[in-house]
């Protein structure tokens, strides 16, 4: 059964990535657009609808790619519309805010799933059953780029709120993924600048995570090494794949059609929210 997906926003990345995952098939097809700019949301090769409402009435689901405010402010108004939901990182631009959104798609009963595309690698799949076997203790994550320099992804959120909004969750998530759940985490850096995170979790292990978007010139790939007491384990942002996207759909579409809960959802896109704004006000 293909499923109907709607997509909101038409920014790079839903330009980019979204719509052509959607389109392409098997698993889905692309209902229409809404986006704050009906002429970008023109460029996506789908209907596009005036207002929102319009879209949910069109589909069965709905793909968000828009700022994490926007997220959680349209987010919400599509769980009560009875909406599957495939959300961004994070969450939303705030803690209250994940709250409201995590919320409202557990109070409607619909299935929600997190882009966190690191999770949707074959590639990182079996490098996280490779770290199961070597009695992890700790690790290192770091994604070090120029992206707030310039260029399509220099956005005013990303601007104002730095690394740990934009990258933080998929580094941290890693590190949850592979050490066992976060339980504490403590701050230090510039939010705009290099962020570094010292992160407890609930197994003993300790690991650290390094966040910069501001580094000019040649920067290495986003990178993830875990220590055990059997070895070690790596793997870089190079790895990933060409299959992160279609499995990712392939995923929610099953998610939509079973209406089970995929364990990258909302709930857990709120406890990633939770460390980021721990740690955020420790950076002050």
């Not at 803690?95 to 109070?107: E, F, K, P, T, V």
């Not at 994550?141 to 992206?147: E, K, M, N, Q, Y």
Request: aromatic share 6%.
């Amino acid at each position: 059964m293909t499923i109907s997906v709607g997509l909101v926003g038409a920014g790079p990345w839903a330009e980019k990535v979204h719509a052509p995952a959607l389109t392409a098939g098997p698993h889905t097809r692309l209902a229409g657009v809404w986006a704050r700019r009906p002429e970008a949301a023109a460029r996506l090769g789908a209907p596009v609808f005036e207002r929102i409402e319009q879209l949910f009435d069109a589909c069965e689901a709905v793909v968000f790619s828009v700022p994490p405010a926007v997220q959680a402010e349209l987010g919400v108004m599509a769980a009560k519309a009875g909406k599957a939901l495939l959300l961004e990182k994070p969450l939303a631009a705030d803690l209250d805010g994940a709250r409201r959104l995590a919320d409202a798609a557990g109070q409607a009963g619909v299935p929600s799933q997190m882009c966190l595309t690191w999770r949707y690698s074959a590639a990182v799949r079996a490098f996280l059953a490779r770290v199961s076997a070597i009695e992890p203790f700790g690790g290192h994550a770091s994604s070090i780029s120029g992206a707030m320099l310039g260029g399509d992804f220099a956005s005013p959120w990303r601007l104002e709120r730095g690394a740990i909004l934009d990258v933080g969750p998929h580094m941290i998530d890693m590190m949850d993924a592979a050490l066992g759940a976060v339980a504490g985490v403590r701050a230090h850096g510039n939010p705009t600048g290099w962020v570094g995170l010292l992160l407890e979790h609930e197994t003993g292990a300790v690991s650290e995570v390094s966040l910069c978007m501001s580094a000019p010139g040649r920067t290495p790939a986003p990178r993830v090494d875990v220590y055990g007491r059997l070895g070690g384990e790596s793997i870089d942002g190079g790895s990933l794949g060409p299959d992160v996207f279609a499995t990712m759909i392939a995923e929610f579409a099953e998610t939509v059609r079973t209406g089970v809960g995929h364990p990258l959802d909302a709930i857990h896109g709120l406890r990633l929210q939770e460390i980021i704004s721990t740690a955020e006000a420790q950076l002050g």
